[in-house]
C-alpha cells in the first residue's frame, strides 16, 4: 500500500487548506473494518494524532483541532481527505497520512501504530 498526501502550503492566521491522501495498491488481505487517518509532526516535538475515521464513517479528533479540522474519505477513489479551517500558527507540522487494513475501528488501535504511512505534507501558518 502506498499512500500519498498532497495539499500542504503556506496560509496565514485564520486561513484554510484542504490535505488529500490518495492510497494505491492492496495490503494483501482484507478485513471487515478500517481506518486511516492523519498525523502531524512539528520541528522539535512529537509525532501526534490529528483525526482518524473508520470504514463505519465514525471519526475521532485531538482536542486541539475539534471544531477546526474535519476528516473525510472517498472510499470509492480511495481518497482521505483533511480540511483544515481556522488555522492557528501552532498548527504548523508536517503533515502525515496513516493507514490499518488489519481490522482497525476508531478509538481501539492509537493512530501512530497504523501500518502504513505516507510521506508528508508540510503545513506552514504564519501569524
Known amino acids: 500500500v502506498q499512500l500519498l498526501e498532497s495539499g500542504g502550503g503556506s496560509v496565514q492566521s485564520g486561513g484554510s487548506l484542504r490535505l488529500s491522501c490518495a492510497a494505491s495498491?492492496?495490503?494483501?488481505?482484507?478485513?471487515?473494518?478500517?481506518?486511516m487517518g492523519w498525523l502531524r509532526q512539528a520541528p522539535g516535538k512529537e509525532r501526534e494524532s490529528v483525526a482518524s475515521i473508520d470504514s463505519r464513517g465514525v471519526t475521532a479528533y485531538a482536542d486541539s483541532v475539534k471544531g477546526r479540522f474535519t476528516i473525510s474519505q472517498d472510499r470509492a477513489n480511495n481518497t482521505l481527505y483533511l480540511q483544515l479551517n481556522s488555522l492557528k500558527p501552532e498548527d504548523t507540522a508536517r503533515y502525515y497520512c496513516?493507514?490499518?487494513?488489519?481490522?482497525?475501528?476508531?478509538?481501539?488501535?492509537?493512530?501512530?501504530?497504523?501500518?502504513?504511512r505516507g510521506p508528508g505534507t508540510q503545513v506552514t501558518v504564519s501569524s
Open positions: 496513516a493507514a490499518e487494513y488489519d481490522y482497525c475501528v476508531v478509538g481501539k488501535r492509537p493512530l501512530v501504530s497504523f501500518a502504513y
Open positions: 495498491g492492496s495490503p494483501g488481505y482484507t478485513s471487515s473494518s478500517d481506518c
